[in-house]
């Protein structure tokens, strides 16, 4: 059980359009999910959590107008990348956090590789 | 200074060897400690799972907490070769609510 999954897996764009990225949790309902974003041979920064129903709060540093976080329903979070630039490119990956238990347990994704040209 | 600390490596051994892997923290309200194994280009899986001070086993894998210290480890026995990957700890307390703190992760090669 709790699995998560994320779509797409890997999507190569253009400088200046927007991708959008799906998180969702499929046999759990989540009340919580974070994003985050890894380079290479780095660690998980975390970019912004989201609860359902409420606007996202993001880290120090990460622009909200930037990174688009929508989390509509218990089971369903989207991150869109607007305007997106080389700089952007990174491995997005998407946790869900399943509420009641002892520590909030995070179940992650399978990530999504952006690269912009 | 960051919350945790982790050598990033990389770290080889040949199969079959015990292998241990060290976080130091600086937050002694630290109450939840986790290691996460993650392949290349994938997301990160939940391998082990601490509440507070103490050891705890399954199969090969033994994950310690040593809060006086502030130090925690993951030590696998008969490493194999399909244990080559990014081994990433983190923490959590109350006061931070979900969120988790990570480690660097440390990059694993296990050689037949």
């Known amino acids: 059980g709790a699995v998560v999954s994320q779509h797409p897996s890997r999507v190569i764009c253009k400088s200046g359009t927007s991708v959008k990225i799906e998180c969702r949790s499929l046999d759990f309902q989540a009340t919580t999910m974070f994003w985050y974003r890894q380079f290479p041979k780095q660690s998980l920064m975390l970019m912004a959590t989201s609860n359902e129903g409420s606007k996202a709060t993001y880290e120090q540093g990460v622009e909200k107008d930037k990174f688009l976080i929508n989390h509509a329903s218990l089971t369903l979070s989207t991150l869109t990348v607007t305007s997106a630039h080389p700089e952007d490119s990174s491995f997005y990956i998407c946790?869900?956090?399943?509420?009641?238990?002892?520590?909030?347990?995070?179940?992650f994704g399978p990530g999504t590789r952006l690269t912009v040209l | 200074q960051k919350e945790v600390e982790q050598d990033p490596g990389p770290l080889s051994v040949p199969e079959g060897a015990i292998v241990s892997l060290n976080c130091t923290y600086s937050?002694?309200?630290?109450?939840?400690f986790m290691w996460y194994r993650q392949y290349s280009r994938k997301g990160p899986e939940l391998l082990m799972y601490?509440?507070?001070?103490g050891n705890k086993e399954d199969g090969r894998f033994t994950a310690q907490v040593d809060k006086s210290s502030k130090y925690i480890s993951l030590f696998i026995r008969d490493s194999q070769p399909s244990d080559s990957a990014t081994y990433l700890c983190?923490?959590?307390?109350?006061?931070?609510?979900?969120?988790?703190?990570f480690g660097t992760g440390t990059s694993l090669t296990v050689i037949p």
């Open positions: 937050n002694s309200a630290f109450q939840y």
């Open positions: 601490t509440y507070s001070s």
């Open positions: 983190a923490m959590s307390a109350e006061f931070a609510g979900n969120q988790f703190y």
């Open positions: 946790s869900a956090s399943l509420s009641g238990g002892i520590y909030n347990e995070q179940f």
